[in-house]
T-cell receptor, first 113, second 115 residues
Framework: DAGVIQSPRHEVTEMGQEVTLRCKPI?????LFWYRQTMMRGLELLIY????????DSGMPEDRFSAKMPNASFSTLKIQPSEPRDSAVYFC???????????FGPGTRLTVT | AQKVTQAQTEISVVEKEDVTLDCVYE???????LFWYKQPPSGELVFLIR??????QNEISGRYSWNFQKSTSSFNFTITASQVVDSAVYFC????????????FGTGTRLQVFP
């Protein structure tokens, strides 16, 4: 079975541009998570969905960040406008439900210049 | 509030040495779950183990073993006869029942195994 799929794997963009990161969770998983990893702040949960509904978005840094999950097999994380401080690795993860292990995608390395 | 502390920032060992990675957690919940993840240099996060708060049995999986002690709020991870391929950053994480799926990660321990 395929694991969590993320695209693109690398993204380089200029400040002010819109960035969209994509995620396909493992089939049958009904919880989806977006994380950000930086050297300074470590792994941070940005938002998570359960059955396509956002449950907790308290980790979303500011209004420039938005996430959607239009169906059980697809989610996006959008940054508009992007800033250099958004440079990080963004991970998507999915799980079968509460308290179960999360399986992570390979991550998207975002560089904003 | 929930918290996970991995006091060891970096550990270096020589191949075949045993090494223990410490994890101390804080929670007010009586039902919670503990996890370990491995992040090798390639960057992906790999799930290693999940433990619930009602199961204090130690677990062994090949060269890996985990020691869960509620009395000291610790969930330590030991690698026996370490190998170069074990070089990675290891994260301990906590999920409280009342927080649904939310995982709180420690800051990670970077393990370097030298040949």
């Amino acid at each position: 079975d395929a694991g969590v799929i993320q695209s693109p794997r690398h993204e380089v963009t200029e400040m002010g541009q819109e960035v969209t990161l994509r995620c396909k969770p493992i089939s049958g998983h009904n919880s989806l998570f977006w994380y950000r990893q930086t050297m300074m702040r470590g792994l941070e949960l940005l938002i998570y969905f359960n059955n396509n509904v956002p449950i907790d978005d308290s980790g979303m840094p500011e209004d420039r960040f938005s996430a959607k999950m239009p169906n059980a097999s697809f989610s996006t994380l959008k940054i508009q406008p992007s800033e250099p401080r958004d440079s990080a690795v963004y991970f998507c993860a999915s799980s079968t439900g509460p308290y179960y292990e999360q399986y992570f995608g390979p991550g998207t390395r975002l560089t904003v210049t | 509030a929930q918290k996970v502390t991995q006091a060891q920032t970096e550990i270096s060992v020589v191949e075949k040495e045993d090494v223990t990675l410490d994890c101390v957690y804080e929670t007010r919940d009586t039902t919670y779950y503990l996890f370990w993840y491995k992040q090798p240099p390639s960057g992906e996060l790999v799930f290693l183990i999940r433990r619930n708060s009602f199961d204090e049995q130690n677990e062994i999986s090949g060269r890996y073993s985990w020691n869960f002690q509620k009395s000291t709020s610790s969930f330590n991870f030991t690698i026996t006869a370490s190998q170069v391929v074990d070089s990675a950053v290891y994260f301990c994480a906590l999920s409280e029942a009342r927080s649904t799926d939310k995982l709180i990660f420690g800051t990670g321990t970077r393990l370097q195994v030298f040949p």
